[in-house]
């Protein structure tokens, strides 16, 4: 008879970071990697690597070496998941999880301060919003270019915060101010027929890491280029973006329910691809 993987009594302690020193009790609760994945929203494939760079460790292993996870692993995932929405490399957060000093309350602290901060900005974009509904919500006379200065007052101060002093924000800066009235219909049209290409794509069940979506990613990746050099590595840094900023996942859903994590995929296996490790890709 096959054993069931979740049996406390034949799991085993593992080693490294939230491992335990003795065999898991039969009373203790246990989730295998699958069910965390599916808890927390993330992929089995992300905790792999998590196992592997010991960022988060399951602290049990049955004796078919399936990982088993407790509730103090997943506190530790859970806070990992939380720097990550805060876009804060892996690197820095296995840094931070290790601080001597710094317990789970200081940590939530810590976090609390920056998504608040975070908070304010989106407040800010929603001020945006709310200042095109009491102009004219039924407005379509915009052009491209006057519809992307609306959002841009109150985007600019936050995308100079975070990449002011970056390649990247010069030439957005240099290249979009070169752009004619001419030039924004066709990125927008551009941007349109992207988009409904993708769509179709997630509908058809195309799956990341074919051909075919690996293309959608390339014109996906051509698209920002059109302001700055984007590399692979970026592109999965804004990918990130899609699933974590709930700005980008709306607007990504309005076009098909659930396109914002498929295209993230798409992104970060083409990524893949091209020698990048998506799970530790930065901004270079």
């Known amino acids: 008879m096959e054993r069931n ?8 302690p593992a080693t490294g970071a939230g491992a335990t020193s003795t065999a898991p009790t039969p009373d203790e609760h246990w989730l295998t990697v699958g069910q965390v994945a599916e808890a927390c929203g993330i992929s089995v494939r992300t905790l792999h690597h998590w196992d592997e760079i010991g960022l988060a460790q399951p602290s049990g292993r049955t004796h078919a070496d399936y990982r088993l996870y407790n509730a103090q692993d997943i506190a530790r995932i859970q806070r990992v998941l939380v720097y990550r929405e805060l876009e804060i490399p892996l690197a820095e957060i296995s840094r931070l999880l290790e601080e001597p ?7 939530l602290r810590r976090q609390r ?5 975070r908070i304010s900005r989106l407040q800010e974009i929603v001020s ?9 919500p039924m407005s379509n006379d915009r052009t491209a270019k006057a519809q992307a200065e609306v959002f841009g007052k109150q985007w ?13 924000w010069r030439q957005s800066q240099e ?3 070169k752009l004619s009235a001419e030039d924004w219909e066709r990125v927008k049209e551009e941007g349109d027929s992207l988009n409904q290409d993708l769509g179709a794509a997630f509908r058809d069940g195309i799956e990341p890491g074919s051909p ?5 990613a390339e014109r996906h990746r051509a698209g920002i280029a059109e302001f700055y050099d984007c590399t692979h590595s970026m592109q999965v840094c804004l990918g990130r973006m899609y699933v974590q900023d709930p700005r980008f996942t709306e607007y990504y859903e309005k076009i098909a329910p659930g396109l914002a994590q498929w295209l993230t995929s798409v992104i970060d296996e083409n990524a893949r691809a091209n020698g990048i490790d998506p799970d530790t890709a930065e901004w270079a």
């Open 212 to 216: 075919e979506a690996n293309a959608l």
């Open 5 to 12: 993987p979740l049996a406390p009594p034949t799991a085993t």
């Open 113 to 117: 301060a920056l998504l608040h901060t």
């Open 156 to 168: 600019e101060a936050e995308a100079q915060e975070r990449w002011g002093d970056t390649e990247a």
């Open 101 to 107: 000093a710094t317990n789970a309350a200081e940590h």
């Open 175 to 177: 290249r979009g101010a």
């Open 128 to 136: 945006a919003v709310d200042m095109m509904l009491e102009e004219d």
